[in-house]
């Protein structure tokens, strides 16, 4: 797999923030998002919750004006051609309300048809003199197959060249039977391409462009709305963990000011430290579209040394008390807690808060990657937070992304808005989601697998030849061992490097099952955990697998969940154990070096 994601999420910018894009001239009162927002705000003032979900497409089109239509008719995809040209328009046959503009706007429907093994798309065709293009939303249904293009000259000879595109990052293709169509789902590629079309400029995109003016069943709502009283209390860390820690919540849109108030039990002096406000969107969360959410970044703390803190405001009011520790700035024996994919599940959510209770001591959590199922619905992160209790306010939290946390290609904006975490991944690429730390005698190299592999191959290496760490680990949400899906580039590409600087574990997800590799070297079984890395994957909620073929590189699984895993490191020997949620042990190893 070499999901594309870093087009998709450069892409999702440019849409999200059309009117601020340099080289289109666009206004931003006459962009689709702009449009979509005071379409949403007006229909929240007009309807009822139950009357939202009645709505469809004919009636939209009498509550837009014609402004309106005239904007989600033209500025969803444009681009200027150099020379006249016929653009095709690849239409999902089972999306049975085509775009409204598509037939006014003058395209006509061919007789060819083009396939992949998922899709069969009719083909509807202009022809267009040269200059501007301009063309409108896929529909206000989330029909997930969005439309794509190609694009031929209207004279044999001639050579198109696009130039001013928008949504910008536009990448291209071959129209021909093997190409691919969505950057979120590389592998699906073209089967049939009819003659006509084959050798034209194929413009790929993202199938999380159906949300842009998704209105028909869209709106929804939260369980666990914001109040004034600040919730949702998360640690994490961006800097060292001996002498900082961020400090993050929630409260309503309302509250303008907020700031942390923390001490130590042996002293009577409060420290405050001000929070930084951040006001986050979800349009169609009809209860609860607006919050805001709060940073604090403590500094100069007291290594080894348990802090209590509450946060909040005036305005606002105050959260309860909890507490945190410090890491030890002298060696001293640790542990952490890590799961598979989460899907902000209650079944998850039980068996953590019991980890605290069963295990104290641990220094932090982690979650390899899929906490939510759709990372762009703030509902199912306040059922991720909701389901976990307090436990993020009391150990720190450094998690990764999965392909569900950035879905469709969007990127994971919603993600990296909840989590303050180190800002040192591989240039060019959004931060926070790829990112390094040490604690104690460790170091954790954390790895978003959606970006191209490529793209961090030689921070990685950086990461690992200069670590002094006695421990490497690495957590990254695609497995580089499973029996479902063949991450070849991630073994050939990382994996090299985990074998050449000795990284003592792997840890992932994804699969939706349990599973201990033997050491690994070169892709087969090692003698040793000294002369070989350990690939691990979890899962984090209730599963079971029915195909359950052989693995011959496994030293230890199970098909079903839910399970955790607790490491423990003293010195020179790791403890390795799963657990199923009543605390039992489902498998166990122990390293000395």
Not at 41 to 59: H, I, N
Not at 176 to 201: I, N
Not at 325 to 336: G, I, Q, V
């Amino acid at each position: 797999m070499k999901i594309k994601l870093f087009f998709a999420a450069s892409l999702l910018t440019t849409v999200l923030m059309s009117g601020m894009i340099a080289r289109v001239t666009f206004k931003p009162q006459h962009t689709v998002q702009s449009v979509m927002d005071e379409v949403v705000t007006r229909l929240y003032r007009k309807f009822t919750p139950a009357q939202l979900d009645t709505l469809s497409d004919s009636y939209i089109l009498t509550f837009l004006s014609e402004e309106e239509k005239q904007t989600l008719a033209t500025r969803y995809w444009t681009f200027d051609v150099n020379v006249p040209v016929v653009v095709s328009l690849m239409h999902d046959q089972d999306q049975k309300i085509r775009p409204f503009w598509l037939e006014k706007s003058g395209f006509r429907k061919t007789a060819m048809l083009v396939k992949n093994d998922e899709y069969t798309y009719e083909v509807w065709q202009k022809s267009f003199p040269k200059g501007k293009i301009e063309l409108g939303v896929n529909g206000f249904d989330k029909h997930r197959p969005v439309y794509f293009l190609s694009v031929g000259p209207q004279k044999t000879g001639d050579k198109p060249v696009l130039s001013n595109i928008f949504p910008a990052h536009q990448h291209f293709e071959e129209m021909k039977v093997g190409a691919f169509t969505y950057h979120d789902w590389d592998e699906l590629t073209l089967t049939e391409v009819p003659s006509k079309l084959q050798g034209q400029l194929l413009l790929t995109t993202v199938r999380g462009r159906a949300r842009e003016a998704h209105l028909v069943k869209a709106f929804r709502q939260t369980e666990y709305p914001a109040v004034n009283k600040p919730d949702q209390l998360l640690l994490t860390w961006s800097a060292d963990p001996t002498t900082t820690i961020n400090v993050q919540w929630r409260t309503k849109s309302n509250v303008n000011t907020g700031k942390v108030q923390y001490w130590t039990k042996s002293s009577s002096d409060t420290l405050v430290t001000a929070a930084s406000p951040f006001t986050m969107e979800d349009r169609l969360l009809r209860n609860d579209r607006y919050i805001q959410r709060f940073t604090a970044h403590l500094s100069h703390l007291i290594p080894a040394t348990n802090y209590y803190y509450r946060v909040g405001s005036s305005d606002g009011g105050w959260s309860e008390v909890s507490s945190f520790k410090t890491e030890a700035a002298k060696p001293e024996a640790f542990s952490f807690i890590w799961f598979g994919d989460t899907h902000k599940s209650a079944d998850w959510g039980n068996m953590a808060r019991q980890t605290l209770e069963r295990h104290p001591e641990i220094s932090f959590y982690s979650v390899i990657g899929d906490l939510v199922s759709t990372g762009l619905d703030r509902n199912e992160w306040d059922e991720f937070f909701q389901h976990s209790g307090k436990i993020f306010s009391q150990k720190p939290f450094m998690p990764i992304p999965g392909n569900h946390d950035s879905q469709d290609g969007l990127g994971a904006a919603m993600y990296q808005n909840m989590f303050s975490l180190p800002v040192n991944g591989p240039d060019k690429l959004p931060t926070e989601r790829t990112y390094a730390f040490n604690y104690q005698n460790a170091l954790f190299v954390m790895l978003d697998g959606t970006f191209l592999v490529d793209d961090q191959t030689a921070w990685i290496e950086k990461q690992l030849s200069q670590s002094k760490a006695k421990w490497k680990f690495v957590m990254l949400h695609f497995p580089p061992y499973n029996f479902e899906e063949n991450y070849a580039n991630i073994r050939k590409e990382w994996g090299v490097l985990f074998d050449r600087y000795h990284v003592d574990m792997v840890m992932s997800g994804h699969v939706h099952y349990y599973m201990r590799s033997k050491p690994m070297y070169a892709e087969k079984p090692a003698a040793s955990p000294a002369q070989g890395t350990i690939y691990t994957i979890s899962i984090s909620i209730p599963s079971h697998h029915k195909n359950w073929p052989e693995e011959p590189y496994a030293a230890a699984r199970f098909q079903s969940g839910p399970v955790y895993q607790h490491i423990r490191i003293d010195k020179n020997e790791l403890t390795y154990r799963c657990l199923d949620p009543k605390g039992n042990v489902k498998d166990e190893l122990k390293i000395v070096k």
